[in-house]
């Protein structure tokens, strides 16, 4: 199983970005597909800050409540894609940012995509 991200880049704060994340190697059957983020002042052992969050069978996003509002998580069942679109973005926003999918025992992660926002 493979995910590789792709989309992020710098931008000034008020802008957008939309983050792709390309799945191979399974399915999204029964996955929980998120994306998850590793920010500059964040303490590496508490772990990746949940951004969003989607059922495979329940089409019901979750949103961390510091980007509600602001970032849309969605999916292409026929590409195998998973995305967050990202408005109006804050300096806050800086992180690295993962596609991360669960199942039971299984979890997989891509290598990450930087995103930085800064004026």
């Known amino acids: 199983v493979q995910l590789v991200e792709s989309g992020g880049g710098s931008v000034q704060p008020g802008g957008s970005l939309r983050l792709s994340c390309v799945v191979s190697?399974?399915?999204?059957?029964?996955?929980?597909v998120s994306w998850v983020r590793q920010g500059p002042r964040q303490d590496p052992r508490e772990g990746l800050e949940l951004v969003a969050s989607l059922k495979i069978n329940d089409n019901r996003p979750i949103y961390a409540d510091s980007v509600k509002g602001r970032f849309t998580i969605s999916r292409d069942d026929t590409w195998l894609r998973v995305y967050l679109q990202m408005n109006n973005l804050k300096p806050e926003d800086t992180a690295t940012y993962y596609c991360r999918m669960i199942k039971g025992g299984e979890a997989y992660r891509g290598q990450g995509t930087q995103v930085t926002v800064s004026s």
């Open positions: 190697g399974t399915t999204f059957s029964g996955f929980v």
